[in-house]
């Protein structure tokens, strides 16, 4: 997880991104990337889930759906952390977004996603592993990354102004620190569970006297 520098050009189908030591590959598909205008984040049993939505004059639709396994999420939320710091140095804090009004009855997520339109071909989502993040004085580029052999590739980019990177951030370690929450209690019933049972005192019987 590192800043990117600029791209640059490649072969007509592919343009490749220069990082720290590694270079990645960018398919022509995801190279015009997506904007978005905020993001959904949901705990899986091995992945978490990022839904980037674009909500623009138009019903809400996912723009791009990241999937990320639970180690690579904190890394995540580092380099952001470290990104928007370098961005702040340079241009100064990004206006605050209003607060959006809560809703009268608090919506599940069932029926958060019934409101939303979900393309097929992102029901899938984008494996990714690692990010690449850079800035301009307006808005970062996020460009997630597979990380495998034999070469590093982009698998999705996604455009966010700059005053929506403080509330992705607060969204990425509220949702890991509830998921460490998670797995703290659930070892706690596991040990429980395994615990052998305390041994009990004997019972004291009391005999009637026979006169």
């Known amino acids: 997880m590192t800043n990117s520098d600029q791209p640059q050009p490649g072969n007509g189908n592919t343009e490749q991104v220069k990082m720290q030591h590694v270079t990645a590959r960018v398919p022509e598909g995801v190279s015009a990337g997506a ?8 705990t ?8 980037f939505i674009q909500n623009i004059g138009g019903p809400a639709q996912v723009a791009a759906r990241i999937i990320m396994p639970h180690g690579a999420l904190p890394q ?29 009855k608090p919506q599940t997520a069932q029926e958060v996603y ?14 990714a592993n690692g990010v690449m993040i850079g800035h301009s004085a307006s808005e970062f580029k996020l460009d997630f990354l597979t990380n495998l052999f034999p070469h590093s590739a982009v698998s999705s980019r996604v455009y966010l102004s700059a005053p929506q990177i403080p509330r992705l951030l607060e969204s990425l370690e509220s949702t890991f620190a509830q998921f460490q929450e998670r797995v703290r209690q659930q070892q706690q019933q596991k040990q429980q569970q395994q615990k052998p049972p305390q041994d009990q005192p004997p019972s004291e019987s009391s005999e009637d006297e026979l006169g």
């Open 35 to 42: 904007f978005s205008t905020g993001v959904i984040v949901m």
């Open 44 to 51: 899986g049993s091995s992945e978490f889930i990022l839904d």
């Open 76 to 104: 995540f939320s580092e380099a952001l952390r470290k990104n928007l710091g370098i961005y702040k140095d340079r241009f100064g804090a990004p206006p605050e977004l209003p607060k959006p009004q809560p809703p009268a």
């Open 114 to 127: 019934d409101e939303l339109k979900l393309p097929d071909h992102l029901l899938s989502g984008a494996y």
